[in-house]
């Protein structure tokens, strides 16, 4: 009895397992044969329970490379950084690089290409924009930021962005994995900021402190000219008393040489009232103007200002990355939601800590051989069978 008990527990733990097979989908496929190429620098990081490390580059064997990419959404570990000196360019250098790093394999048996991005590729049409613009726009809605810019127009932040070396902070994605779904859904995993506020107010100070400056100066132009008319305005009643005092003295001087200095002295208050009379005419004009041009320039200031300065602010946003499928047309692929990776890179403790997930259709992979879970319900009853079969005999 006790042999029979253990038999059909072990036939009921078979069939759960069975059941489970049939049910679960089979493991993602990732990418192949993966090596890297191009004219760009690129870095390679591997990665513990707890952070991100360089480790060397391996080309030839690409042992590191494929090593790196072996993690998913859930465990994502360490990560290739394609074009890692873009960062170092400046604006007119990076303007004038056409070099890229691009990650080359396979996946689902169909060629992969993923890639670095140049100016070039930022000035690319996509849906009547320039990936740059639509981008742009793309984070700001994704992150709420438009009642954080005040008067800002989108061209002016971009324009910003541009001036401030953004374009380079954004182009040398780190790829973390590469895998394929059952359906044929591709996933790219991102390595970035999980808050890349910072990223974004760095590259947004360069045209602040430009646009301060500026301020400053208004506020400064502003602050002399009402001293100009304060000081035009209290004087113009002494220097008409002055005037009278010498017109009299005039009159009573005796010698030539007394009317002579007399009317000097008379000819320079005249000009100092000529210049009070225009000062206080014009002047508030003037400064009418100028509180017009601070006020317009503290709309746009004061916000920007508060956004560079804001330590609280979170801010989610992938590099790009430029993918190229199975020969066809090449895709620009980001994301501005990330997870939690649960790691960091170990010299700048902030690097890699968040996880963007990008995905593209890609073609059905071909599936491996399962064996039916019917197949194998009846090779359990022949098992069965022979097991009853070799007690029946024994009895006998």
């Known amino acids: 009895m006790t042999g029979t008990i253990k038999k059909i527990l072990l036939s009921a733990s078979v069939l759960a397992s069975l059941s489970a097979i049939a049910s679960a989908p089979a493991s993602a496929a990732s990418i192949k044969n993966a090596t890297v190429t191009g004219a760009a620098p690129y870095l390679t990081y591997d990665a513990d329970a707890t952070n991100t490390f360089q480790v060397n580059n391996t080309p030839g064997?690409?042992?590191?490379?494929?090593?790196?990419?072996?993690?998913?959404?859930?465990?994502?570990?360490?990560?290739?950084?394609?074009?890692s000196n873009s960062e170092t360019l400046s604006n007119s250098a990076y303007t004038s690089y056409t070099g890229v790093s691009s990650l080359q394999g396979t996946i689902g048996g169909k060629s992969i290409t993923l890639s670095s991005l140049t100016a070039a590729d930022w000035n690319t049409d996509v849906g009547g924009t320039t990936l740059a613009q639509k981008w742009l726009n793309d984070l700001i809605v994704a992150n709420n930021l438009s009642p954080l810019l005040g008067a800002n127009t989108q061209t002016e932040i971009l324009d910003a962005f541009v001036a401030g070396g953004g374009l380079q902070r954004f182009s040398d994605p780190n790829l973390?994995?590469?895998?394929?779904?059952?359906?044929?859904?591709i996933r790219v995993g991102l390595a970035g900021h999980l808050n890349g506020a910072s990223l974004?107010?760095?590259?947004?100070?360069?045209?602040?402190a430009k646009i301060q400056s500026g301020y400053n100066t208004l506020v400064q132009t502003r602050t002399q000219a009402q001293t100009a008319l304060n000081t035009a305005t209290i004087s113009l009643p002494k220097l008409?008393?002055?005037?009278?005092?010498?017109?009299?003295?005039?009159?009573?001087?005796?010698?030539s040489t007394q009317k002579t200095l007399i009317q000097n002295e008379i000819k320079k208050v005249n000009g100092l009232i000529s210049d009070a009379n225009t000062a206080i005419a014009t002047l508030p004009?003037?400064?009418k103007t100028l509180d017009a041009q601070i006020l317009g320039v503290s709309a746009k200031l004061d916000p920007l200002t508060a956004f560079i300065n804001n330590t609280n602010l979170v801010i989610q946003a992938s590099e790009i990355v430029k993918v190229a499928y199975n020969g066809g047309p090449a895709q620009y692929l980001y994301s501005f939601s990330a997870t939690n990776s649960g790691l960091v890179e170990k010299g700048d403790g902030i690097s890699h800590s968040g996880n963007y997930e990008v995905t593209l259709k890609g073609e059905v992979p071909p599936s491996e051989s399962v064996p039916e879970p019917s197949?194998?319900?009846?090779?359990?009853?022949v098992g069965s069978f022979f097991a009853v079969k070799r007690k029946m005999l024994k009895k006998a």
């Open 285 to 287: 004009g003037t400064i």
């Open 61 to 83: 064997t690409w042992v590191n490379e494929q090593k790196v990419l072996g993690g998913n959404s859930a465990n994502p570990t360490g990560n290739i950084e394609l074009f």
């Open 375 to 381: 197949a194998m319900l009846g090779l359990l009853g």
């Open 240 to 255: 008409k008393t002055t005037l009278n005092e010498l017109n009299i003295q005039l009159n009573k001087a005796t010698t």
């Open 200 to 208: 974004i107010q760095q590259s947004l100070q360069p045209t602040q």
């Open 176 to 185: 973390s994995y590469v895998n394929q779904d059952n359906d044929g859904t």
